[in-house]
């Protein structure tokens, strides 16, 4: 950080006068491990004001760590991290201290703007117009002009209101939603206004208007801005730079200067080309090698018994000199041969049933499933509508924040009950629910089980109730969403995207006919999202989808919609 923070006596702390040009954000080769598990190695980030740097990567690769170590909750093993201004962090897991309110928040992220207020209220009120120190008193005013302490209380009241976040400063934390605290949070960020600003995936909880301020926001904000993000819409939009954490040729992260999400694929795509070719090469090349020095140990082998009459010593003497010379080009080729790491897993989708195997099957024309006029007293009302997916159907479901989405999914699932209306479900449907949980991949699971453990327990469960058949049972190990390294680890252990990947596996594990998503693109990495948008598209199973994922949404335009107000 910058110079430390002077304090007068009986004065609030003050924060320090940055110029705009010297905020930023240094990471120096930085690597990072927990035990027993390197997540960073040799990370370079320099960001300048202005800049607005996009973090991606496959679950699991370490994004938010990154976020902590450039924030300072971590230390890096190697390399260091260097901060100038101020600095505002949200992350993906909010923990709540007991009693904390709105105006807890609120009165934190404006402290220091508060601070400055009153130090040059108090400076005005003593200045001396004929002696005056004029030094002191410039100090302040740029101290709250740099702040933009003029109008903080009207910025957090429209953040606030157009994050669609609770506004009443008495209210607990404790009684929201995760989205909602979530929202509160990054309010009081974004109108913090900090110096360097950290965001893990600040679009999962927000709806299109709160995305679209959020935006807005990002756009012009004066400092540094790193964003850990699946939206690819969001890459385009704001982002000057992309850091990608995946594995590269040289092992370390490659920095994109790419704005655009199309074009950093292309030249993602483009790099990983060379690398197989380049490796494909090399194996080539090192594969002759040893031929040759297999064939030079042959001829070593066949000159200690030279026939009668000829130069044994010559003969040995020559295949020696062959086998040093295989020997020494095969210790240069070790030593310049490409370790490719074990490259990113690709979604195997299983191949979902269209219908169940029952007697008969379903009637020709009955629906796989349907809800009647729908009733959740203060969160769903659809008097007069009639939901209907039919077999191989498609439904996107759409609206802002709070208008009842994840109610209606949770209705057609069966799982939230209806005080008025019907549900029905055709005999032997099974259903795969993809619900939006605080944290992925532990409701109800013991945090000490691994994830072997868990999909064994759910396919126990699923079966003493009828509702598995075991010989369309989907292995969790088979889907490649994650490795048969991070199954055998305790769920508690995983990243939350990687936790998420968990609860999509559990989503496909009976080979259900109808899968009901709810924002399934919330914490999965970029390249998962399109793998998955291509594999719902081309499943027989019927898909029910409700996504405030703008690029998703835009992917699947050409489904019947359904739009809650």
Known sequence: MTAARTRGRGSAP???????GAVHLVADDVTFAYPGRPVLAGVTVVAGAGQRIGVVGENGAGKSTLLQVLSGELVPQVGSV??????????QELESTPGATVGTLVDEALGAVRAAGH???AVIAGFDHERGDLVTLTEALARVDRLAGWDADRRMDEALTRFGAPRDQARALAEMSVGERYRVRLACRIAQRADVL???????????AGIEYLTGQLRTWPGVVVIVTHDRQLLDDVMTAILDLD???????ALYGATSYAVYRFAKDQALRRWRQRYAAEQQRREQLLRRLDDSYEGLSDGWRPPKGSQPNRRATHARIHVKAADRLVARLEETAVEVPVPPLALAFPDLPALPATAGGTPSGRPLLEVRAPLVPGRLDLAGTRVSVPACGRLLVTGPNGSGKSTLLGALAGVVPLERGTWTLAPGVRLGILAQDDRPGLGGVPAVATGFDAYAREALDLLAGGLLDPDQLVPVAFLGLLTEEDLDRPLADLSVGQRRRFDLARALLAAPHLLILDEPTNHLSIALVDELTAALRATSAAVVVATHDRKMRADLSDWPELTLA
């Open 82 to 91: 260097r901060r100038a201004g101020t600095l505002a962090v949200v992350s």
């Open 247 to 253: 594995p590269t040729v040289d092992g370390k992260p």
């Open 119 to 121: 130090a040059l209220e």
């Open 198 to 208: 950290l965001l893990d995936e600040p679009t999962n909880h927000l709806d299109e």
């Open 14 to 20: 003050r924060e320090p006068v940055v110029a705009p």
